[in-house]
């Protein structure tokens, strides 16, 4: 068994989960165990996000929580969206660190990990010699050095124009039957008050013949969800070598699809300016690419989207629902939206609030605005306060959980095949996700013959991963409840 041990938590987005499974696997790779624990490990690594200043605080505090570690020779590092935006700075508010890489920089990793090790290791000699020869020279032990001083500081930050992409072979996936594949890296849209520009790096695609290799084998290792990441697939470019072979996006997600042993395909996230007609053609036309399309809009207000640099208005923004509305099946719609945003006035926010109804979302994922480093947006004035910014979150949240109920009951007494995913034991519930991506809990029916075997069950119980059969019988505003079709 491998004596380095690591320690991996990983905060904010999909990406950033999915980073942390390739991370996870170089680690490996490079011979290292994973534990459970901060306790157990020798290297602890934090994969950060700061998307929103929340976010940010939490590694903060988290590191701070974790200072006392560092006296048991425990070495940190911070990665991600943090890492690259505080850069060194890392080291003066947290000086226990030793390792801090932004996401650009992750196809470095092995060697950033050698390095640690090595200065670590040279670290250590010269402190044994230090010590031995004071012990020589004055006949007893030396004072310890202050905890800081030896402190090994690797950096990974200068990488963000890089063309490369994080590709490894060596990608720990964490659940076995649905995974991510990144086919873009980087942002280049630069809204306003967006820090992922400056975080991730330049925009860089994968080319499409690597990705669809990677869905070959994830298939042939008995995946049969795959979903597609990037900060903007819409402006996903293939790079790939033979020009009559480069796809567009949804030429690529419809290669995905068509990946044989693949049953569902979803990809996150779409930016409506480069969102086109032609991915929901590819929804029409491939059965396996999942109903479900993840488009945010952030505000309703055009006058808002402008100042956010959004690149679309209101009404392109709902030309692209009437193409998904004119779809052969009906796709489900979910949104990102920020409240608050610097001159945000009532009517401005009405213009938000109203789209909920125009759209009719099965999702909103809604925000405060929060002032982010290094944005266009930082240099205007914060005027709202906190207080009326929670009140519209609030409004908002609950004008669209109204919109919820309303869609969701639409859904009892029809019939969705949903991929199992486990088992709430408490609720004696199956959970299930459908291809809409909503959470559709369920039961097995007793078996019709009661008397026969009061307990037991028509049918087998359901294997995580596999796909059955469920109507619906219920509904809630987040979920769907429903029986197994035996
Ligand atoms: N403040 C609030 N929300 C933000 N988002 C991105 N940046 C900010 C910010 N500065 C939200 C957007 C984006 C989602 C991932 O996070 O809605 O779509
Ligand atoms: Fe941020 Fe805009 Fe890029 Fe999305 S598209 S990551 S919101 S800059």
Partial sequence: MS????????????????????????????????????????????????????????????LSDYKKYKKQGKTFGVLGCVAQQEGE?????????????????????????????????????????????????????????PETENL????????????????????????????????IEGCDKFCSYCVVPYTRGKERSRTSQSVLAEARQMADLGYTEIQLLGQNVNSYKDSEGNPSRRKTFAEL???????????????????????????????????????????????????????????YTRDQYLERIAWMKSAKREISITTDMIVGFPGETESDFAETLSLLDEVGYDAVFAFKYSPRPNTPSIKLEDAIPDQEKARRLDVLMSRQREVQITRYKKYIGTKCEVM?????????????????????NFVIPPTTNQTADPGAHATANPKAGSYVPVVVTGSFPNSLLGELVV
């Avoid at 904010?12 to 290292?32: A, F, I, P, R, W």
């Avoid at 068509?258 to 491939?286: N, Q, Y």
């Fill in 3 to 62: 004596s380095k041990t690591f320690y991996l938590e990983t905060f904010g987005c999909q990406m950033n989960v999915h980073d942390s499974e390739k991370v996870v696997g170089t680690l490996l790779q490079e011979g290292y165990r994973q534990v459970e624990t901060v306790e157990q490990a020798d290297l602890v690594l934090y994969n950060t996000c700061s998307i929103r200043d929340k976010a940010e605080q939490k590694v903060f505090n988290r």
């Fill in 89 to 145: 700075k890392i080291f003066e508010r947290a000086p226990y660190v030793s390792l801090v890489a932004g996401s650009a920089s992750y196809h470095k990793l092995p060697q950033m990990l050698k390095q640690l090790e090595n200065a670590q290791l040279e670290n250590a000699q010269l402190e044994k010699v230090r010590i031995e020869s004071a012990i020589l020279e004055a006949g007893n032990s030396p004072t310890r050095k």
């Fill in 152 to 183: 090994v500081r690797i950096t990974g930050l200068d990488d963000r124009e890089t063309d490369k992409c994080f590709e490894t072979e060596f990608t720990a996936r964490t659940n076995p039957h649905r995974g991510y594949i990144t086919i």
């Fill in 253 to 311: 997600l419809a290669a995905v699809g068509e990946v044989p042993g693949i049953r569902r395909v979803r990809f996150t996230t779409s930016h409506p300016r480069d969102f086109g007609r032609d991915i929901v053609d590819a929804i029409d036309a491939v059965p396996t690419l999942c109903d479900h399309v993840h488009l945010p809009v952030q505000s309703g207000s055009t006058r808002m989207l402008d100042a956010m640099q959004r690149l």
């Fill in 420 to 440: 199992v995913e486990g088992r709430n034991e408490t609720r004696a519930q199956w959970i299930g996700r459908t291809t809409h991506n909503k959470t559709l």
